[in-house]
């Protein structure tokens, strides 16, 4: 057995034994000499517990995997049910193009290379002019009257600024309005990309417009790719993938905007105002690069386009992703999932929280798991709301934001570890599996059966105690929740249990731990009153210590959601904390440093660009 | 190999075409592939990616097309714009600013007004006649226009010869006029095609 070194903060909890429930626990690996250890299944978690273990006795724990993995899974089961992914298989949940991306980008490809060779070879171009010319005057050969006159109109009507700057415009408009930020980015971004594109290609190739055939009908510049049709391309496309749900929806979408393309091809080559080439290359640009944009950077299951009323934070987990959890939770913990369901999702915003429903194992029965689902949309939403609160307050998050959704997950991970450690009642951590390497990932954890919320929960004094002693606990392990609100409260039989431990921080500002104790005297106080739980609280902490929580726990000091029970409680709950306690100076929340400062100078400096940008670009968005 | 393999390594060739592409099409954007400026409106360019077939079919009856002569220093090709019904390209002078003179051709020209100056010939090409707004009218520019069959060329300067008589001198020497027939058999010749309008045969449709 070889092992490395692991990560020293986990040691101790490695060594205990004790933070992981019994299922998670009791794999065995088998030793090469013979020899039997307790392994806590952390194989992937630590590196430094990798440990050389023959395959023969790991494969005698084998357990179903999905059917599209059965070839390896013969080779790569482990104890519990839990499967190795092997090198080059894709994650659960895999970055997917889909058929029709992967062969849109090889049209991009051929096109570039067709482009690369005709401006090397002057032969190439001409016997591509005399097909394109050939192919027009046949068209041109059925002219008449009224189809002539209809061309014009489709023409018109179609590539006009007008329609193209209404559409964009209006697309614009929606996505800001349905705060459909990525969207509206990438539809941006496809929109610049294919214009300028477009324009850089014509430039380069140089195609007049055709020959041998009269022209009916306006045009601009060189002719390939035409420009006036990649615009109406990337427009409708982006329109399609950003304002159309997928299903039934955008499948109209696409056959409207296909139909809608073909229109204008036909009208356009038959006026002679394109070549064919010129058509292609633009449907080419102007589908590739917005399908690619969005299937890529929002693609459906991670960004979907609803228009059911749900918080943007919380991601669909049907479909896809509904699949890809299971098996993840299937070989990465060896749990199997009978059902996954979106919970609590309106006292949710920085995750989507879900309870799994997974099958009996060894020693213990089918129950409920509590799991979160993080994504990087919410690693982002995370830099943001720390940036905010930076500026807007200085030293009231003082924390570094996280850089990758990985690192987000850890962080949880191990702060549910060490509350769970320190003996705060927090639900027993199960680890987090990967669903999409560095972009999904979904902690799972003890679902607290049969608690209610504390809002709901009938409380009393022992719950009073119970409420107490979990701050005082967090106090003595050096810890601080900093997110102490109603719906991170739970009570069964008496007891607070305490949830979401993302915020939780390890030695904490002193300010930081006087807030935790203030928010939960106040959590309680809401259910009970003041002079109550003030007469508690004097059993776990000094007058001092009381008195400088209420000092430091001012507005936004208090989550939201906390702040909201407050307003609609008739009492003045924190007045009546401050004239229990020693009279006490207020701890100030602002905090002006150089870091504040050159934030607040770089997010405006970002601002005026932005605006900048977005004015400079102006001809081209509209 | 399962099918999952082979979709990840579908999804990396994707990709890696995807770079390939895009390091295929910006090298050639920026790499010279593309012709200057002035190449593309030079009187003596050879280049396929020059404007002028294309001008030709702007304005299909102008037997003349307006094209730049040598630039001296100082002088430099701000841009072109070919539409139908109209060409343009225009100079920019490291003294007269952006957009210091202008070419435009278009199919004919409103003279009224304008005083008439003496006659010019191009060679291989039809007699042009010029006309020339009095500069009290456009202080403090100058507008030239050249008429032929089919055609008119407007040359606007941002200056005048009383306001800058050395760059007036300069710009003068500009403007040059290459013939539609150079076009229409160069096309015929190397794809076998018809620039249809002035000088070619009639066209289908």
């Given at each position: 057995?070889?092992?490395?070194?692991?990560?020293?903060?986990?040691?101790?909890?490695?060594?205990?034994?004790?933070?992981?429930?019994?299922?998670?626990?009791?794999?065995?690996?088998?030793?090469?000499?013979?020899?039997?250890?307790?392994?806590?299944?952390?194989?992937?978690?630590?590196?430094?517990?990798?440990?050389?273990?023959?395959?023969?006795?790991?494969?005698?724990?084998?357990?179903?995997?999905?059917?599209?993995?059965?070839?390896?899974?013969?080779?790569?089961?482990?104890?519990?049910?839990?499967?190795?992914?092997?090198?080059?298989?894709?994650?659960?949940?895999?970055?997917?193009?889909?058929?029709?991306?992967?062969?849109?980008?090889?049209?991009?490809?051929?096109?570039?290379?067709?482009?690369?060779?005709?401006?090397?070879?002057?032969?190439?171009?001409?016997?591509?002019?005399?097909?394109?010319?050939?192919?027009?005057?046949?068209?041109?050969?059925?002219?008449?009257?009224?189809?002539?006159?209809?061309?014009?109109?489709?023409?018109?009507?179609?590539?006009?600024?007008?329609?193209?700057?209404?559409?964009?415009?209006?697309?614009?408009?929606?996505?800001?309005?349905?705060?459909?930020?990525?969207?509206?980015?990438?539809f941006l971004g496809s929109l610049i990309v294919v214009e300028l594109s477009a324009y850089q290609l014509?430039?380069?190739?140089?195609?007049?417009?055709?020959?041998?055939?009269?022209?009916?009908?306006?045009?601009?510049?060189?002719?390939?790719?035409?420009?006036?049709?990649?615009?109406?391309?990337?427009?409708?496309?982006?329109?399609?993938?950003?304002?159309?749900?997928?299903?039934?929806?955008?499948?109209?979408?696409?056959?409207?905007?296909?139909?809608?393309?073909?229109?204008?091809?036909?009208?356009?080559?038959?006026?002679?105002?394109?070549?064919?080439?010129?058509?292609?290359?633009?449907?080419?640009?102007?589908?590739?690069?917005?399908?690619?944009?969005?299937?890529?950077?929002?693609?459906?299951?991670?960004?979907?386009?609803?228009?059911?009323?749900?918080?943007?934070?919380?991601?669909?987990?049907?479909?896809?992703?509904?699949?890809?959890?299971?098996?993840?939770?299937?070989?990465?913990?060896?749990?199997?999932?009978?059902?996954?369901?979106?919970?609590?999702?309106?006292?949710?915003?920085?995750?989507?929280?879900?309870?799994?429903?997974?099958?009996?194992?060894?020693?213990?029965?089918?129950?409920?798991?509590?799991?979160?689902?993080?994504?990087?949309?919410?690693?982002?939403?995370?830099?943001?709301?720390?940036?905010?609160?930076?500026?807007?307050?200085?030293?009231?998050?003082?924390?570094?934001?996280?850089?990758?959704?990985?690192?987000?997950?850890?962080?949880?991970?191990?702060?549910?570890?060490?509350?769970?450690?320190?003996?705060?009642?927090?639900?027993?951590?199960?680890?987090?599996?990967?669903?999409?390497?560095?972009?999904?990932?979904?902690?799972?954890?003890?679902?607290?059966?049969?608690?209610?919320?504390?809002?709901?929960?009938?409380?009393?004094?022992?719950?009073?105690?119970?409420?107490?002693?979990?701050?005082?606990?967090?106090?003595?392990?050096?810890?601080?929740?900093?997110?102490?609100?109603?719906?991170?409260?739970?009570?069964?039989?008496?007891?607070?249990?305490?949830?979401?431990?993302?915020?939780?921080?390890?030695?904490?500002?002193?300010?930081?731990?006087a807030v935790d104790l203030a928010n939960m005297m106040l959590c309680l106080a809401v259910r009970t009153?003041?002079?109550?739980?003030?007469?508690?609280?004097?059993?776990?902490?000094?007058?001092?210590?009381?008195?400088?929580?209420?000092?430091?726990?001012?507005?936004?000091?208090?989550?939201?959601?906390?702040?909201?029970?407050?307003?609609?409680?008739?009492?003045?709950?924190?007045?009546?904390?401050?004239?229990?306690?020693?009279?006490?100076?207020?701890?100030?929340?602002?905090?002006?440093?150089?870091?504040?400062?050159?934030?607040?100078?770089?997010?405006?400096?970002?601002?005026?660009?932005?605006?900048?940008?977005?004015?400079?670009?102006?001809?081209?968005?509209? | 190999?399962?099918?999952?393999?082979?979709?990840?390594?579908?999804?990396?060739?994707?990709?890696?075409?995807?770079?390939?592409?895009?390091?295929?099409?910006?090298?050639?954007?920026?790499?010279?592939?593309?012709?200057?400026?002035?190449?593309?409106?030079?009187?003596?360019?050879?280049?396929?990616?020059?404007?002028?077939?294309?001008?030709?079919?702007?304005?299909?009856?102008?037997?003349?097309?307006?094209?730049?002569?040598?630039?001296?220093?100082?002088?430099?090709?701000?841009?072109?714009?070919?539409?139908?019904?109209?060409?343009?390209?225009?100079?920019?002078?490291?003294?007269?600013?952006?957009?210091?003179?202008?070419?435009?051709?278009?199919?004919s020209c409103d003279v009224t007004g304008a005083t008439q100056l003496p006659p010019t010939a191009i060679?291989?090409?039809?007699?042009?006649?010029?006309?020339?707004?009095?500069?009290?009218?456009?202080?403090?520019?100058?507008?030239?226009?050249?008429?032929?069959?089919?055609?008119?060329?407007?040359?606007?300067?941002?200056?005048?010869?009383?306001?800058?008589?050395?760059?007036?001198?300069?710009?003068?020497?500009?403007?040059?006029?290459?013939?539609?027939?150079?076009?229409?058999?160069?096309?015929?010749?190397?794809?076998?095609?018809?620039?249809?309008?002035?000088?070619?045969?009639?066209?289908?449709?």
């Amino acid at each position: 057995m070889a092992c490395g070194k692991g990560p020293l903060y986990l040691l101790p909890v490695i060594l205990s034994g004790l933070d992981r429930p019994r299922s998670l626990r009791n794999a065995e690996l088998r030793l090469p000499d013979g020899g039997r250890q307790e392994h806590q299944s952390r194989d992937r978690r630590t590196p430094g517990l990798v440990c050389d273990v023959s395959i023969g006795s790991m494969a005698r724990d084998g357990a179903g995997t999905s059917l599209n993995r059965s070839v390896t899974a013969q080779r790569g089961l482990v104890g519990g049910g839990r499967r190795r992914r092997p090198s080059g298989e894709p994650p659960p949940l895999p970055r997917n193009l889909g058929v029709s991306g992967r062969i849109w980008i090889t049209l991009v490809a051929t096109l570039v290379t067709i482009v690369g060779l005709v401006v090397a070879s002057a032969a190439l171009a001409s016997s591509f002019d005399r097909w394109n010319a050939a192919v027009l005057r046949g068209i041109a050969s059925i002219r008449t009257g009224w189809l002539t006159t209809l061309m014009v109109g489709v023409n018109t009507v179609l590539v006009s600024r007008w329609t193209i700057g209404v559409l964009r415009l209006g697309t614009l408009v929606a996505l800001v309005g349905l705060r459909r930020w990525r969207h509206l980015g990438l539809f941006l971004g496809s929109l610049i990309v294919v214009e300028l594109s477009a324009y850089q290609l014509s430039l380069l190739v140089a195609s007049p417009r055709p020959m041998d055939v009269r022209i009916i009908g306006s045009w601009e510049g060189f002719s390939f790719p035409s420009p006036q049709a990649a615009a109406l391309v990337v427009t409708l496309v982006g329109m399609v993938y950003a304002l159309l749900p997928p299903g039934r929806p955008r499948s109209w979408g696409k056959w409207a905007a296909g139909a809608t393309l073909l229109l204008l091809g036909l009208a356009r080559m038959y006026l002679g105002v394109d070549h064919p080439t010129d058509m292609w290359s633009a449907v080419i640009l102007g589908v590739a690069v917005p399908v690619v944009a969005f299937r890529f950077f929002a693609p459906n299951e991670v960004y979907p386009v609803t228009y059911r009323r749900a918080k943007t934070a919380h991601l669909d987990v049907g479909g896809r992703r509904g699949q890809a959890i299971r098996t993840a939770v299937q070989e990465q913990l060896g749990l199997t999932v009978l059902d996954v369901t979106p919970v609590g999702l309106e006292g949710s915003a920085g995750s989507t929280p879900l309870r799994l429903r997974v099958a009996a194992t060894e020693g213990e029965p089918e129950r409920d798991l509590f799991a979160k689902l993080y994504a990087r949309s919410h690693v982002r939403a995370d830099r943001s709301y720390k940036l905010g609160r930076t500026i807007l307050f200085g030293a009231l998050e003082d924390e570094a934001p996280f850089q990758s959704v990985r690192r987000f997950v850890e962080y949880e991970d191990y702060t549910l570890l060490r509350l769970h450690h320190a003996g705060i009642p927090v639900p027993a951590p199960y680890g987090f599996v990967e669903i999409t390497p560095e972009r999904e990932y979904l902690i799972v954890m003890e679902f607290f059966a049969g608690a209610q919320e504390i809002g709901t929960a009938h409380v009393d004094d022992r719950v009073i105690d119970s409420g107490l002693l979990v701050v005082r606990r967090l106090w003595n392990a050096g810890l601080a929740h900093r997110d102490i609100k109603p719906a991170n409260l739970m009570v069964r039989d008496g007891t607070v249990l305490l949830v979401d431990a993302f915020f939780v921080q390890v030695r904490p500002s002193p300010w930081r731990q006087a807030v935790d104790l203030a928010n939960m005297m106040l959590c309680l106080a809401v259910r009970t009153d003041a002079e109550r739980v003030y007469r508690h609280a004097m059993r776990y902490f000094t007058a001092d210590e009381i008195a400088e929580a209420f000092a430091a726990t001012r507005g936004v000091a208090s989550p939201t959601q906390l702040r909201s029970v407050l307003k609609q409680d008739s009492r003045d709950l924190v007045a009546e904390f401050r004239a229990l306690a020693p009279a006490r100076e207020s701890i100030a929340i602002q905090n002006w440093t150089l870091r504040r400062v050159a934030l607040c100078m770089l997010v405006l400096a970002l601002a005026v660009l932005a605006v900048l940008v977005v004015v400079r670009t102006w001809t081209v968005v509209a | 190999m399962s099918a999952s393999i082979l979709r990840g390594g579908a999804t990396r060739a994707c990709r890696r075409l995807v770079v390939a592409a895009a390091a295929v099409l910006v090298t050639m954007v920026v790499s010279g592939c593309g012709a200057s400026q002035y190449d593309r409106v030079s009187c003596t360019s050879n280049s396929r990616q020059s404007i002028f077939v294309l001008e030709a079919q702007a304005v299909p009856s102008a037997t003349l097309m307006p094209c730049a002569n040598p630039l001296p220093g100082g002088w430099s090709v701000g841009g072109f714009e070919v539409r139908s019904g109209l060409a343009r390209f225009w100079l920019d002078s490291d003294r007269a600013g952006a957009r210091a003179g202008e070419a435009r051709l278009t199919s004919s020209c409103d003279v009224t007004g304008a005083t008439q100056l003496p006659p010019t010939a191009i060679h291989g090409g039809p007699p042009v006649q010029r006309y020339e707004t009095p500069a009290a009218q456009q202080p403090p520019a100058t507008v030239r226009y050249y008429l032929f069959p089919g055609g008119c060329v407007t040359y606007r300067l941002g200056f005048s010869r009383q306001t800058a008589p050395a760059l007036f001198d300069q710009a003068d020497q500009f403007l040059g006029f290459t013939t539609r027939a150079r076009y229409v058999n160069g096309v015929r010749r190397n794809q076998r095609s018809t620039l249809c309008g002035a000088g070619a045969p009639p066209c289908t449709g």
